[in-house]
């Protein structure tokens, strides 16, 4: 057994199921219906009519049925749009409409509006930070009576991510991807300045000790970053990941006292507005460097502008496509000197949902089965991938797409993107792939992060950053405002649920 394949029985923590077991498991009972039909031998053939029997007249032709719509926001994209055509193949009595979840971090508008209107789509996409919120405010169906009648596992699945899912003792989705945060260095970047190119920084002190000889200037004009706590700037909640490293925790262990006021936070907020007024000459400079690269398909750190980031796992397939960046990585997030060598991150990703009004239940646990399954893993490595490259040669960008995705959290998916696509993949990838696996064995799960109030945790996270970052406040002042108003929601949460 190699290494990769040890770290990935730690993250599902059970023994992988056989092939006749897993075909139990994908097949609805309907599906199930058919493939037994269809592979039952065929009735004998009809006796000739003798000549004094008369010859019966066909029977009119049944009308076909017209295809079921079965509305799904998801992403819209290349490796989406290629699957679920080769789904619809598969499945002609169900015509899939495609429409974009729209804004999935704080409090996923669209789709609570839609639901609550009971004019929400039959399947949807949801980020499971906010899952227990919105599963406790039954926007979603529960599936424990399908998972049983379709003898579906869950010691399947993920430990972590099913937990996230689970409301009350009832599950109320099923887990598609995971992905943890990623400490990310260029390698050549690090040998210009005399670094150890294998090496990268494991405490916040060894990151200042090099950002700034990672830094490039003309005059007083940055031309590369060592590293800047603000980038990727649409991830507002990089805060978290910091405010972890310091060993914070977000709620008590009874999810009911918000703690993003506490001295962890205030060290973590304060040591990132630090770094980008001393190695990144102020908060103005390093927006207005990230402001140029806007609605770019490339971002800094692929054009070799930055030289340190801490970004997600997602990045290791998105970061394969530029055969001429040299990088490495880790799943063990660098921390304060006083923690050195403790492995800290938190894990969060995407779910698969059904909606409590729909009318056409079977028909959107079909497809939630199928993209759970090695089905979709391969359809998204082919005919995606197809679809991916010829975008990519449409805008004329650098390299060539691979299939390198978030891993599945399925064990069944998993285990055939791992024999069929990252034992394809450069031996750069697969590393990191491995350290990315290892990292799921240790992260906290973000179901545990938000509890009740997850869309307005997320929103304080967010303020909070933007506040001290920009000198609005005090780091102190930015948490306490932001943890206030969180409070509020959550206490508002838990006497609405009793």
């Known amino acids: 057994m190699s290494a990769q394949e040890t770290l990935h029985r730690r993250a599902f923590d059970s023994q992988p199921i056989n092939r006749r077991q897993f075909l139990k498991a ?76 729209g804004e999935a971090v704080y409090g996923t508008p669209k789709y609570v509006t839609a639901v609550a209107a009971g004019k929400g789509p039959d399947v949807a996409y949801q980020n499971r930070h906010t899952f227990g919120q919105f599963a406790s405010r039954k926007l979603y169906r529960p599936i424990e009576d399908l998972m049983k009648r379709d003898n579906i596992k869950k010691e399947d699945f ?36 005399g670094l150890d190119p294998d090496k990268g920084p494991e405490t916040w002190d060894e990151i200042e000790a090099v950002a700034s000889k990672l830094n490039k200037k003309t005059g007083d004009r940055f031309d590369r970053y060592g590293f800047l706590p603000n980038f990727p700037p649409g991830l507002a909640d990089q805060l978290l990941i910091y405010a972890m490293e310091a060993g914070g925790s977000s709620l008590d262990a009874d999810g009911r006292k918000v703690l993003i006021d506490t001295d962890p936070w205030v060290e973590a907020l304060t040591w990132c ?38 970004y997600g796992n997602w990045m290791i397939g998105t970061y394969a496509r530029f055969p001429d960046l040299d990088y490495d990585g880790t799943g063990a997030m660098p921390v304060p000197a006083r923690f050195k060598g403790k492995k800290i991150n938190w894990s969060c990703g995407w779910t698969f949902v059904i909606d409590p009004n729909t009318k056409l239940v079977e028909e959107g646990w079909k497809l939630i089965k199928w993209l759970e399954g090695p089905e979709y893993v391969k359809a998204a490595g082919t005919v995606g991938l197809e679809l991916e490259t010829k975008e990519w040669e449409r805008q004329k960008l ?28 450069p031996d750069r990838q697969k590393k990191m792939m491995a350290r990315y696996l290892e990292s799921e064995t240790f992260a906290v799960g973000c179901g545990k992060i938000a509890g009740l109030a997850a869309a307005e945790m997320w929103t304080g996270f967010k303020n909070a950053w933007e506040a001290a970052l920009t000198k609005k406040s005090a780091p102190k002042e930015a948490l306490v405002a932001a943890k206030n108003d969180v409070q509020t929601a959550l206490d508002a949460a838990w006497k609405e649920r009793g």
């Open 273 to 310: 507005v630090g770094v980008i007024d001393r190695h990144a000459g102020g908060y103005a400079s390093a927006a207005s460097f990230m402001e140029g690269f806007s609605g770019q398909p490339v971002d800094p750190f692929a054009q070799n502008k930055v030289a340190m980031c801490s």
């Open 26 to 101: 994908v097949a609805g009972s309907t599906g199930l219906a058919l493939a037994m039909a269809a592979c039952a031998p065929a009735p004998p053939a009809a006796q000739q009519p003798s000549k004094t029997e008369p010859t019966a007249a066909p029977k009119p032709q049944a009308p076909a049925k017209e295809p079921v719509s079965l509305k799904v926001w998801w992403r819209i994209n290349p490796t989406v749009e290629g699957s679920l055509s080769v789904f619809q193949k598969e499945n002609p009595d169900i015509k899939i409409e495609l429409g974009d979840l």
């Open 398 to 425: 650098p390299g060539k797409p691979v299939f390198a995705p978030t891993p599945p959290v399925y064990r069944p998916a998993m285990e055939v993107m791992e024999k069929e696509y990252y034992s394809q993949l």
């Open 158 to 193: 993920m430990a972590g991510p099913i937990q996230d899912l689970t409301w009350q003792g009832t599950l109320y989705g099923l887990p598609h991807t995971a992905g943890t945060r990623y400490w990310f260095w260029n390698r050549k970047h690090f040998q210009e300045a």
